[in-house]
């Protein structure tokens, strides 16, 4: 994700350095970023909760991300950084342990993304090999984690410069899908009357919210923008609505053409099973392929770009100066410790669980940006109001998870607080020693 934003910010300054990103380039980094990988691998663990009501637990989640939009919108007009959500919490809580910690938790989040998209490739990729042994499900997710390190190591430019073909074309491939599987669908399947209930469709709306997590990465990209005051608010709106929509088409399509228990059987790879009914094993095997193209960029891009520099400021408080592969040169470290988490979330939890701790670090993530927003409203002119209900709809999204992990999936809790924990801790304890402290940009 990170690179796209870097790679497109560079493009679009001519050669006198003037900022010219306009308003749907920047919308095009914000879809990128939240329509990749996670709809090819979320979408069958949200159907399995709530069903053929999955749409609107797309729509409830995407709501609240959207009034998340507003703090984003207001802080990264006011404050136009490449350092995005962190520049917003050092501003609304200072230099501390909470800034710091949220941070760490950030760079942890990032994690649990790449975890759930090596994941997701195995589990597409396994779809080649159906008489396979489930260990070598373990195998393709480490070996997809292990190339992007390397790729990330050498310095290889391959993969980075093809990122935004490769958003384009799976874009263009969801929304195909959903024009086509629309005509063939069962209206039956549909039926209210096979909802199931409102708390599962609150679980599920808290599941999938990490799918719509990449709409900050608008704000990183700012610092670029002719007139962020007024580009990046409608930027980032625009954005999470068009999302909105491809994911309720996407989500309708699938269950729509095929009956739960199917999706089920198939959720590790329920968008290929979906194409099956109007596609044939043609568009299963497309679909597979565009899934296999996702995931494999959207680890490449955000090893690359979001978790190292995440890592970089955790670990010398300050964004660093130039955004290439470079930046791994000043903590080669951070490489490698990142990776090797990614491999322990990867073998060792599900996609459902997997997505149940990214869920949860974003929703507290963005809910910590609005309490930072909320002590500085007065410098962005924002309402406290509409602060407020974004604080309570990531707060009361974070309760619903929690309480259905508590029934369903106690380990995953018990995983979630222990990196909570650990976040905050680790910056205590690393500040104790090193004295680093988190510095901030000057705006006029």
């Not at 090819?40 to 959207?66: C, E, K, R, T």
């Not at 995440?310 to 490698?336: C, H, N, Q, T």
């Not at 869920?359 to 962005?380: D, G, K």
Request: proline share 3%; charged share 15%; aromatic share 14%.
């Amino acid at each position: 994700m990170g690179n796209r934003v870097m790679k497109i910010s560079k493009q679009r300054k001519d050669k006198a350095g003037k900022k010219s990103m306009h308003l749907w380039e920047a919308v095009s980094i914000g879809i990128g970023g939240m329509i990749g990988a996670g709809i090819f691998s979320i979408l069958g663990v949200a159907i399995q909760i709530s069903g053929n009501a999955v749409y609107l637990a797309f729509i409830m989640a995407g709501i609240v991300a959207l009034f998340s939009t507003y703090s984003y919108a207001k802080l990264g007009a006011r404050y136009p950084s490449a350092g995005g959500p962190v520049e917003f919490l050092i501003k609304g809580f200072g230099d501390n342990i909470i800034s710091g910690g949220f941070n760490i938790l950030l760079w942890i989040g990032y994690v649990f993304a790449l975890a759930l998209y090596a994941r997701a490739f195995a589990s597409y990729a396994m779809t080649f090999f159906p008489n396979a042994h489930h260990i070598y499900l373990n195998v393709f997710a480490t070996g997809i984690i292990l190339l992007f390190t390397a790729v990330n190591f050498i310095g290889s430019k391959a993969v980075g410069e093809s990122e935004l073909f490769i958003v384009t074309i799976k874009v263009g491939i969801l929304i195909l899908f959903s024009l086509i599987g629309f005509f063939s669908i069962t209206p039956s399947l549909l039926s209210p009357e096979h909802w199931p209930s409102v708390n599962n469709v609150l679980f599920a709306a808290a599941v999938v919210f990490l799918a719509y997590e990449g709409f900050g990465l608008i704000t990183n990209a700012a610092e670029d923008m002719e007139d962020p005051k007024k580009t990046l608010p409608r930027a980032l709106f625009l954005s999470v609505v068009v999302t909105i929509m491809i994911y309720v088409g996407v989500s309708l399509t699938v269950v729509g053409n095929l009956p739960i228990s199917e999706i089920v059987k198939a959720r590790d790879y329920a968008l290929a099973e979906a194409a099956k009914p109007f596609l044939g094993m043609v568009g299963f095997k497309i679909i597979t392929i565009a899934a296999l193209f996702s995931t494999s960029s959207a680890i490449n891009a955000t090893l690359y770009g979001a978790a190292n520099v995440s890592y970089i400021i955790a670990k010398d408080g300050e964004l660093p100066k130039g955004f290439d592969r470079k930046v791994w040169g000043r903590a080669m470290e951070g490489l490698f410790i990142t990776a090797g988490l990614v491999l322990i979330f990867a073998n060792f939890l599900d996609l459902e669980g997997i997505s149940m701790l990214g869920s949860s670090a974003f929703l507290l993530i963005y809910a910590a940006v609005n309490f930072a927003h909320l002590r500085i409203y007065t410098e962005t002119n924002a309402s406290p109001y509409v602060i407020w209900i974004s604080i309570i709809g990531c707060l009361a999204s974070f309760g619903v998870l929690a309480y259905y992990e508590i029934k369903h999936s106690p380990l995953t809790l018990v995983v979630l607080v222990l990196v909570l924990g650990g976040s905050f801790m680790s910056e205590w304890i690393y500040r104790k020693k090193t004295s680093r402290t988190l510095k901030s940009k000057t705006f006029p």
